[in-house]
């Protein structure tokens, strides 16, 4: 199983970004993928989560109506997009695949929020 993720940087408060997690390995068609986020000195958190056809998805309270998750199935890669960015969101974002036999877990991409 291997999740790759890209698509962090820096940006300005206000900003968006759009987050990739491109996944191998497994038969990512069948599976609920969910991102989390890890601040400086805080708990890794769920961010979002999206089923495994793409009809439902779940969003921290913080993110809801900012953040969007989506997925291709063709391509194997989820997606999160993230718009009106505040310094709150800095963080590592990573990509989650919690599988019948295990949690895996991508290298995770930086996020800045920062003027």
């Known amino acids: 199983v291997q999740l790759v993720e890209s698509g962090g940087g820096l940006v300005q408060p206000g900003g968006s970004l759009r987050l990739s997690c491109a996944a191998s390995?497994?038969?990512?068609?069948?599976?609920?993928m969910s991102w989390y986020r890890q601040a400086p000195g805080k708990e890794r958190e769920l961010v979002a989560a999206?089923?495994?056809?793409?009809?439902?998805?779940t969003y921290a309270d913080s993110m809801k109506g900012r953040f969007t998750i989506s997925r291709d199935n063709a391509k194997n890669t989820v997606y999160l997009q993230m718009n009106s960015l505040t310094p709150e969101d800095t963080a590592v974002y990573y990509c989650?695949?919690?599988?019948?036999?295990?949690?895996?877990w991508g290298q995770g991409t930086q996020v800045t929020v920062s003027s």
């Open positions: 999206i089923t495994s056809d793409g009809g439902t998805t």
């Open positions: 390995g497994f038969t990512f068609s069948r599976y609920v």
């Open positions: 989650n695949a919690y599988l019948n036999y295990g949690s895996y």
